[in-house]
């Protein structure tokens, strides 16, 4: 509690005196106590507060310790003590209890719901009136956050008969502070609209109704401090700070925010040493070796060197030596160079008593504890926790996840981990249009249902001829195990009765499980099972005509996952790969379908990221032709340029797909390279695909390999993030379909 000596002010003339008459009495000791003027707070009470006891000297020093005692308390508004031939006297005036706290003038309930926090904590408290005005700071500062900075408070104190008083606070949020500008001096070495791009602050504009980050935010402002002074970090800057932050008020009150940035030279990697102060095995870890030796030259990064670092830390996890860790101190050369020592340091032998979680509001403790590979009772290590953290973020349901440390004693340790939970629903609608024809795709999205990181998917795609809807749950963490389950329902109708002499209706459902085999290595199982019902007309081909009827298909699905990207969303670095293949196990239709794919990404530095992915797709009859549903195809977003669907062999006038599809897709971001507002993006790509094959001769099978080149523009905008594309075909078949122009919409709620 704040202010606790304010007592010192009303202090009681009658204890005052009674001390100077009592000077004589010093060596005396206390025979008894008699409280006087308390109606809620008992005798005992009063004289625990004290910390007096019987036998105890009544001494000036002792007497002072026990009034300061007692108002600390908060309970009593007047205070005296005297002391008489043995007999402690206490005499208190009791202040009011807080009856009710009412708050007026906040429409939000989020906000109310903030400060309802901090007001009910001193609600059927004492009323210290000195202490309101902390509570006013607390609830200015909570509006602050949310940009209130103009807001103004008036408090008023109704006295009740029982010794209770009611506060009511009411509150004038005036105008709201938005960022006019944000403006970005000194020695700042890149480009302003780089920089934005960097924090989380935001200049107001129109289209930014869905974020409060144009509000200006003392605590956003300290991580924007931090998020750009680490940026520079990673690029070369080893000495670059952010000198100092200026919000200054506008004639339309609003704020012009200033970062003044101090850069400095920019250094690169000297030499790397690795020292083995324990017995741990050297030559095992000579690889890493290399990979240092390779920075050498290269400009500094933080990234990178912590990346390495913890890459070496979970090598030598894995060799199950688990208190050996790898730490790095750095040592400037000169005005450019930096030296990087690695230390194989033995770590105190510790382990996890507890783990305390707080600010999961909404969230069920269960879905972050089964994330954490270190549980109670492990050993602990700060690399496989910090991998824990990664797994709680990688939900994608908080904002921030944070943990600290506190020693218990010499062998274990208290862990607090600290989350911020985000909106976890997304509403997305995308659309395509070419030559022959337009497409529509919409859907919903829950990532953290009922607050059991159980993910809901609900997504229909409309185009002039199919329409197709999934519902699917997927529970992660089933059972509170480290396994997954999910079910699906789906049903699809294909109408090419005008152009194919055919119309496919199916319906079915599946149910499957995941689980981490190994270290970022998957493994997947479905089993599912489909109806479907395949019509015909005179003007369908032959071998259509043949496949008509009714097919009933139970299966079985298997897929291998090895992820090795640092991040699931945006990835910058790193791999992933996935083989899958899909077995009958009672099917009217026997055919084995494979998959392969893969993506590779690597960071060119300055937000640019090089990546490339392939996509190879296989089905085979054990009997008999390939239904024609069953067919595979080229997906829309692997080959850009093409309608979806419109290339490969034909029969007739009919695109059918063929029993082999591949693509293979490079592309690079570039930036802020051509736009000025921040949050665009502009990709540069290659794609390459194909179709091919039959088991039976077609009218039309062209092996010719189909390519396009474009250009991408991601805009991360206050609706949501928008994808516009547009792509020139490089090669292509007399037969196929072009689709130049492309676009993607997509919002969070």
């Given at each position: 509690?704040?202010?606790?000596?304010?007592?010192?002010?009303?202090?009681?003339?009658?204890?005052?005196?009674?001390?100077?008459?009592?000077?004589?009495?010093?060596?005396?000791?206390?025979?008894?106590?008699?409280?006087?003027?308390?109606?809620?707070?008992?005798?005992?009470?009063?004289?625990?507060?004290?910390?007096?006891?019987?036998?105890?000297?009544?001494?000036?020093?002792?007497?002072?310790?026990?009034?300061?005692?007692?108002?600390?308390?908060?309970?009593?508004?007047?205070?005296?003590?005297?002391?008489?031939?043995?007999?402690?006297?206490?005499?208190?005036?009791?202040?009011?209890?807080?009856?009710?706290?009412?708050?007026?003038?906040?429409?939000?309930?989020?906000?109310?719901?903030?400060?309802?926090?901090?007001?009910?904590?001193?609600?059927?408290?004492?009323?210290?009136?000195?202490?309101?005005?902390?509570?006013?700071?607390?609830?200015?500062?909570?509006?602050?956050?949310?940009?209130?900075?103009?807001?103004d408070i008036k408090t008023s104190i109704k006295d009740n008969t029982n010794n209770t008083v009611n506060l009511t606070y009411d509150v004038e949020l005036g105008e709201i502070a938005k960022i006019k500008k944000i403006n970005f001096i000194g020695d700042k070495k890149f480009r302003d609209n780089s920089l934005r791009n960097v924090i989380i602050s935001e200049e107001s504009k129109f289209w930014k109704f869905?974020?409060?980050?144009?509000?200006?935010?003392?605590?956003?402002?300290?991580?924007?401090?931090?998020?750009?002074?680490?940026?520079?970090?990673?690029?070369?800057?080893?000495?670059?700070?952010?000198?100092?932050?200026?919000?200054?008020?506008?004639?339309?009150?609003?704020?012009?925010?200033?970062?003044?940035?101090?850069?400095?030279?920019?250094?690169?990697?000297?030499?790397?040493?690795?020292?083995?102060?324990?017995?741990?095995?050297?030559?095992?870890?000579?690889?890493?070796?290399?990979?240092?030796?390779?920075?050498?030259?290269?400009?500094?990064?933080?990234?990178?060197?912590?990346?390495?670092?913890?890459?070496?830390?979970?090598?030598?996890?894995?060799?199950?030596?688990?208190?050996?860790?790898?730490?790095?101190?750095?040592?400037?050369?000169?005005?450019?160079?930096?030296?990087?020592?690695?230390?194989?340091?033995?770590?105190?032998?510790?382990?996890?008593?507890?783990?305390?979680?707080?600010?999961?509001?909404?969230?069920?403790?269960?879905?972050?504890?089964?994330?954490?590979?270190?549980?109670?009772?492990?050993?602990?290590?700060?690399?496989?926790?910090?991998?824990?953290?990664?797994?709680?973020?990688?939900?994608?349901?908080?904002?921030?996840?944070?943990?600290?440390?506190?020693?218990?004693?010499?062998?274990?340790?208290?862990?607090?981990?600290?989350?911020?939970e985000k909106a976890t629903g997304e509403i997305f609608a995308g659309a395509g249009t070419g030559t022959t024809g337009s497409s529509l795709t919409a859907g919903l999205k829950e990532n953290n249902y009922l607050g059991l990181g159980i993910k809901l998917d609900t997504n229909l795609n409309l185009t002039e001829d199919s329409i197709k809807g999934k519902f699917s749950i997927l529970n992660p963490n089933y059972?509170?195990?480290?396994?997954?389950?999910?079910?699906?329902?789906?049903?699809?109708?294909?109408?090419?009765?005008?152009?194919?002499?055919?119309?496919?209706?199916?319906?079915?459902?599946?149910?499957?499980?995941?689980?981490?085999?190994?270290?970022?290595?998957?493994?997947?199982?479905?089993?599912?099972?489909?109806?479907?019902?395949?019509?015909?007309?005179?003007?369908?081909?032959?071998?259509?005509?043949?496949?008509?009827?009714?097919?009933?298909?139970?299966?079985?699905?298997?897929?291998?996952?090895?992820?090795?990207?640092?991040?699931?969303?945006?990835?910058?670095?790193?791999?992933?790969?996935?083989?899958?293949?899909?077995?009958?196990?009672?099917?009217?239709?026997?055919?084995?379908?494979?998959?392969?794919?893969?993506?590779?990404?690597?960071?060119?530095?300055?937000?640019?990221?090089?990546?490339?992915?392939?996509?190879?797709?296989?089905?085979?009859?054990?009997?008999?032709?390939?239904?024609?549903?069953?067919?595979?195809?080229?997906?829309?977003?692997?080959?850009?340029?093409?309608?979806?669907?419109?290339?490969?062999?034909?029969?007739?006038?009919?695109?059918?797909?063929?029993?082999?599809?591949?693509?293979?897709?490079?592309?690079?971001?570039?930036?802020?390279?051509?736009?000025?507002?921040?949050?665009?993006?502009?990709?540069?790509?290659?794609?390459?695909?194909?179709?091919?094959?039959?088991?039976?001769?077609?009218?039309?099978?062209?092996?010719?390999?189909?390519?396009?080149?474009?250009?991408?523009?991601?805009?991360?905008?206050?609706?949501?993030?928008?994808?516009?594309?547009?792509?020139?075909?490089?090669?292509?078949?007399?037969?196929?379909?072009?689709?130049?122009?492309?676009?993607?919409?997509?919002?969070?709620?």
């Amino acid at each position: 509690m704040k202010n606790k000596f304010f007592y010192v002010k009303k202090i009681s003339i009658i204890f005052i005196l009674k001390l100077i008459f009592t000077q004589t009495s010093i060596a005396d000791v206390i025979k008894d106590f008699k409280v006087e003027g308390n109606n809620r707070v008992s005798n005992q009470t009063i004289i625990m507060f004290s910390n007096l006891n019987i036998g105890d000297d009544a001494n000036n020093d002792i007497l002072n310790e026990a009034l300061k005692n007692l108002y600390y308390t908060d309970y009593f508004k007047e205070i005296s003590i005297s002391f008489d031939s043995g007999l402690l006297n206490i005499k208190v005036e009791e202040n009011p209890i807080i009856q009710s706290v009412t708050i007026n003038g906040i429409k939000s309930s989020r906000i109310n719901e903030k400060i309802k926090e901090v007001t009910l904590k001193i609600e059927k408290y004492p009323f210290v009136e000195n202490k309101i005005n902390d509570q006013v700071l607390l609830i200015k500062n909570i509006l602050k956050s949310n940009g209130y900075y103009f807001v103004d408070i008036k408090t008023s104190i109704k006295d009740n008969t029982n010794n209770t008083v009611n506060l009511t606070y009411d509150v004038e949020l005036g105008e709201i502070a938005k960022i006019k500008k944000i403006n970005f001096i000194g020695d700042k070495k890149f480009r302003d609209n780089s920089l934005r791009n960097v924090i989380i602050s935001e200049e107001s504009k129109f289209w930014k109704f869905l974020t409060n980050n144009k509000f200006l935010d003392t605590n956003r402002i300290s991580a924007d401090v931090s998020r750009l002074e680490n940026y520079y970090l990673n690029r070369g800057y080893y000495n670059a700070v952010v000198k100092s932050t200026t919000g200054i008020i506008t004639d339309e009150k609003q704020f012009e925010l200033t970062f003044n940035i101090k850069a400095g030279n920019k250094f690169f990697f000297n030499n790397f040493e690795i020292i083995n102060n324990n017995d741990y095995p050297i030559e095992s870890v000579s690889k890493f070796q290399d990979k240092f030796n390779d920075l050498k030259g290269k400009k500094y990064s933080k990234k990178v060197v912590n990346n390495l670092v913890n890459e070496l830390n979970e090598f030598i996890l894995r060799n199950e030596f688990t208190f050996v860790n790898a730490t790095y101190e750095e040592k400037t050369i000169d005005d450019s160079k930096i030296d990087i020592i690695i230390n194989f340091d033995d770590l105190d032998k510790t382990f996890v008593e507890r783990i305390n979680i707080f600010g999961n509001f909404i969230t069920d403790e269960k879905v972050i504890r089964n994330s954490l590979i270190v549980d109670e009772g492990d050993a602990f290590n700060e690399v496989l926790f910090n991998k824990s953290i990664q797994k709680v973020k990688a939900k994608n349901i908080f904002k921030t996840v944070e943990y600290k440390t506190q020693n218990k004693d010499n062998l274990n340790k208290i862990i607090d981990i600290t989350v911020e939970e985000k909106a976890t629903g997304e509403i997305f609608a995308g659309a395509g249009t070419g030559t022959t024809g337009s497409s529509l795709t919409a859907g919903l999205k829950e990532n953290n249902y009922l607050g059991l990181g159980i993910k809901l998917d609900t997504n229909l795609n409309l185009t002039e001829d199919s329409i197709k809807g999934k519902f699917s749950i997927l529970n992660p963490n089933y059972n509170n195990s480290d396994k997954s389950i999910k079910t699906s329902l789906e049903s699809s109708t294909d109408d090419f009765m005008s152009t194919s002499g055919y119309k496919t209706n199916r319906t079915g459902f599946s149910i499957g499980t995941e689980f981490e085999q190994m270290d970022n290595l998957f493994i997947n199982l479905d089993i599912s099972n489909f109806y479907e019902d395949l019509v015909t007309t005179d003007s369908a081909t032959s071998i259509v005509k043949k496949q008509e009827g009714n097919y009933i298909e139970n299966l079985l699905k298997y897929s291998i996952k090895l992820n090795k990207l640092n991040q699931d969303f945006q990835p910058t670095d790193g791999y992933i790969n996935n083989f899958s293949q899909t077995l009958p196990i009672y099917s009217d239709d026997l055919a084995i379908e494979n998959s392969l794919t893969g993506s590779i990404y690597h960071s060119l530095g300055d937000n640019m990221v090089f990546s490339a992915s392939y996509f190879l797709k296989t089905i085979n009859s054990l009997e008999d032709n390939v239904r024609i549903s069953k067919r595979v195809f080229v997906p829309s977003r692997r080959l850009r340029g093409f309608e979806s669907g419109k290339i490969g062999p034909k029969d007739g006038t009919q695109y059918i797909g063929g029993n082999y599809a591949t693509a293979l897709n490079l592309s690079s971001t570039f930036p802020n390279v051509i736009f000025e507002k921040e949050n665009i993006d502009l990709n540069f790509f290659i794609d390459m695909a194909n179709v091919w094959e039959v088991d039976y001769n077609s009218s039309l099978d062209s092996s010719k390999i189909r390519s396009s080149t474009g250009i991408a523009i991601n805009w991360f905008s206050g609706i949501g993030p928008l994808s516009f594309s547009y792509a020139i075909p490089l090669s292509e078949a007399d037969s196929d379909v072009t689709e130049k122009f492309r676009f993607q919409i997509g919002t969070s709620f």
